[in-house]
């Protein structure tokens, strides 16, 4: 059977039914530089594998897109979880989700604890009960997906406390956060693997020069896209400097130091996040995403694509050797895009900045948490006053009624014993 067809196609070329070959090779050539595109779009796979059996992880923003995506694969491995979530352990949705996260992971180990990271305080309770546990309680991760940004054409917000949102949520939370966790990382014992994975965004390459002062600047020139992009830098910045904070930090065994920080860009991905970015909150750019999601499935990566470096950074056994500190992006060590992320005059006014910013904040909202109790307190001594005068003029008023109607009988019964 082939050696007729191929005699024929030798001797009379090819047969009707068979695409014209400059049809056929513009086609291949089409699939082919898509197919290309979407591989090299959608990035490294993790090389590294570990089983991560008991070890105990801490995470944030565990419940959407790339943060959900390692929480998985963290679990699936016997990781224990402990997701930081806004809302409160009872809430419906994350029942359902960590019900579901612990019937496919086979891992019952997955628990979440709510905190607001868009509050200290909500950070300063959650973590000091951790480090209040006596004997420290073990602790072999931290992962930090959570971030936030605000839709471009929106206004400036801040949070309750005061703090611009993005700055509070992407960089002063993870620095409260460690900030209270560092004795309970520096207390794991010599042979811990210890991991502090700090996700990224290369918009930071783009940001501008890092002047503390300005996010409390309410005048400064702000945008959404800046504001993500300076949090994210500050966050880098922060990140190299919290490892050297940990260095120097001389062990009562006098061994060095095992916690590793790690610097992670997962890549751009289709999240809620990203979408949010993208459609701009609006219902037409919602549409528009809808009916062009090819390019958004083309040009970005899966959110489970985009976890492989966060999960590398997890699991890979060489970040072990030489310093912590290391940059990973696409599964490998890769070198800063500015300078700054390693000028220790930029790293040491932040992290005294942030400091302040913290130390200000918290005591505006004890004073101010302080003063709300007593309000309530006085407004409930008034209210129970005020219930209480109630009652008793009640109570006066019903023996007036009654003293009447006594009285009324008793004139009625003189009238009818005299007649
Ligand atoms: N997606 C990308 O293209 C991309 C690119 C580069 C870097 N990254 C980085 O990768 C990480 C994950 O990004 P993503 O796109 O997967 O994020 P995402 O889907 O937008 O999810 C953000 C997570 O942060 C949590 N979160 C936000 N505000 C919070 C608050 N006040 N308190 C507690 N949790 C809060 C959210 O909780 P709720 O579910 O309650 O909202 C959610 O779990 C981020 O650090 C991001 O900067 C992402």
């Known amino acids: 059977m082939p050696l007729p067809f191929l005699a024929s196609l030798y001797f009379d070329g090819l047969p009707p039914w068979f695409p014209d070959p400059l049809v056929a090779l513009k086609y291949t050539t089409a699939l082919g530089s898509l197919a290309l595109t979407k591989w090299y779009t959608s990035g490294r796979p993790n090389p590294s594998e570990r089983k991560l059996h008991g070890r105990v992880v801490i995470m944030t923003g ?4 790339i943060g959900a995506k390692t929480a998985f694969q963290l679990a699936s491995r016997g990781a224990q979880l402990c997701l930081l979530t806004r809302q409160p352990p009872n809430d419906p949705f994350l029942v359902d989700y960590i019900d579901d996260l612990r019937t496919r992971t086979n891992n019952q180990m997955i628990y979440a604890e709510q905190v607001d990271l868009a ?3 909500s950070i300063r309770q959650f973590a000091t009960k951790w480090i209040d546990n006596a004997p420290p309680r073990r602790l072999d991760m931290v992962v930090l997906c959570a971030a936030t940004l605000t839709t471009p054409g929106h206004k400036r917000s801040e949070t309750e406390e005061g703090i611009e949102t993005e700055w509070m949520v992407n960089y002063l939370a993870n620095v409260h956060l460690l900030g209270i966790l560092s004795p309970a990382i520096k207390a794991q014992p010599f042979d811990r693997d210890v991991r502090i994975i700090i996700p990224t965004c290369s918009s930071y390459i ?6 503390p002062g300005d996010v409390t600047d309410k005048t400064r020139f702000w945008s959404p896209k800046l504001a993500y992009a300076r949090s994210k830098l500050a966050l880098m910045v ?3 400097t919290y490892q050297k904070h940990l260095d120097a930090y001389k062990r009562p065994d006098q061994l060095p130091m ?3 920080v790690v610097i992670v860009d997962p890549g751009f991905a289709r999240t809620v996040g990203m979408r949010r970015w993208l459609t701009r909150g609006s219902l037409l750019g919602l549409f528009l995403y809808v009916v062009f999601y090819f390019v958004a499935w083309l040009l970005l990566k899966s959110p489970n694509m985009a976890a492989q470096s966060i999960l590398f950074a997890a699991m890979d056994g060489g970040l072990l050797r030489g310093p912590g500190g290391k940059f990973i992006k696409e599964c490998m060590e890769v070198d800063f895009a500015r300078r700054d992320i390693e000028d220790e005059e930029v790293a040491k006014k932040l992290w005294e900045e942030s400091d302040k910013l913290i130390e200000k904040t918290e005591k505006a909202s004890a004073l101010r948490r302080a003063r709300e109790k007593k309000e309530k307190e006085e407004r409930e001594k008034v209210e129970e006053i005020e219930s209480l005068v109630e009652t008793i003029k009640k109570g006066k008023a019903k023996q007036g009624e009654e003293k009447k109607k006594k009285k009324k009988k008793t004139t009625t019964t003189t009238t009818t014993t005299t007649d």
């Open 119 to 121: 509050s200290l305080h």
């Open 206 to 211: 783009g940001a501008p020069k890092l002047e």
């Open 258 to 260: 095992n916690a590793r």
């Open 62 to 65: 565990g419940t959407s897109g």
């Open 238 to 240: 922060f990140a190299k």
